[in-house]
């Protein structure tokens, strides 16, 4: 159950309650005769000596009559009563002094009426200040209700606008990944074009030559997948003398001496190459193709 239903509920409780304990007070006759208690019964009339002894005499006579009758002559003498005092009364005790209690009591006084009254002020004011308490409360539970649900809202706005970001961002870095992907495959299909050209190209078959032109010769001594081995290996053949040089592309490159006019001087190359201790290279001989 709500707070502010409840303290409106213990509010309605707290007057009603008052009400009930001071409007018979304020209000005059019947309310106030209600709250009186009710008048206790008299005492009875407890019957002395002296009203019961003219009775005693007269049953005394009216036994000694029927006592003569029956025997003749009187029996007993007659006896004059005896005077008596009559007791002294008791002293009142307490169960007496209750039963004697006045059949009514006395009216309230000014200062009880006026008592009454300033309860009944004090609990109308109490009344008052707790259904003063109970609305400021129930005014700062609505202020904290509207205050918590412009949070949620502002929060909720906060958080879809990350999830919003964040998508893009997401939907972003997969593109950029798409087309690094594309420009990647795109790179290594003409990487491989490029080396496929390459490798038909050093493998093509030589036309013959020019007859017009003079005819030369060349000793290939290797075939290597790097320009950098195939510069090492001519620089160590050009340390031992050899006119040597590399041409090729790609991964394809061939280290060459010549070329030689004389095929006979080509021969005599591939000799020495392949009886050098430090060597031993075994090349063949090749048309020289500029």
């Given at each position: 159950m709500d707070i502010a239903v409840k303290q409106r509920i213990l509010g309605g409780v707290v007057l009603l309650a008052a009400a009930i304990l001071f409007l018979p007070v304020l209000l005059e006759g019947a309310g106030v005769q209600a709250l009186r208690p009710p008048t206790p019964p008299s005492a009875p009339s407890t019957p002395t000596t002296q009203d019961l002894a003219p009775a005693l005499q007269q049953q005394a006579q009216d036994m000694a009559k029927e006592i003569s009758a029956s025997h003749g002559e009187p029996t007993f003498y007659p006896v004059e009563p005896a005077i008596t005092e009559a007791p002294a009364p008791t002293p009142a005790t307490p169960e007496q002094f209750r039963l004697q209690e006045p059949a009514t009591r006395p009216a309230?006084?000014?200062d009880a009426l006026a008592e009454q009254?300033?309860?009944a002020n004090l609990a109308a004011e109490k009344a008052a200040k707790l259904k003063a308490e109970a609305a400021a409360a129930t005014a700062a539970?609505?202020?904290l209700d509207d205050q918590?649900?412009?949070k949620t809202a502002a929060a909720e706005k906060k958080a879809a606008a990350e999830k919003?970001?964040?998508?893009e961002k997401k939907a972003a870095a997969e593109k950029a990944a798409v087309e690094k992907a594309k420009a990647e495959k795109l790179a290594a299909e003409k990487a491989a074009a490029d080396k496929k050209a390459a490798a038909a190209q050093a493998t093509k078959t030589p036309t013959?030559?020019?007859?017009?032109?003079?005819?030369?010769?060349?000793?290939?001594?290797?075939?290597l997948n790097a320009p950098e081995k195939a510069n090492a290996l001519v620089e160590k053949l050009r340390a031992k003398g050899y006119r040597a040089s590399a041409a090729g592309a790609g991964d394809s490159w061939r280290v060459i001496i010549g070329p030689e006019l004389d095929k006979s001087v080509a021969e005599s190359i591939k000799r020495r190459l392949a009886e050098d201790p430090q060597l031993k290279m075994s090349g063949w001989i090749q048309a020289y193709r500029p």
């Open positions: 309230p006084s000014t009254q300033l309860a539970q609505a202020k918590s649900a412009v919003k970001a964040l998508a013959d030559p020019d007859p017009a032109l003079p005819q030369a010769w060349v000793v290939q001594v290797a075939r």
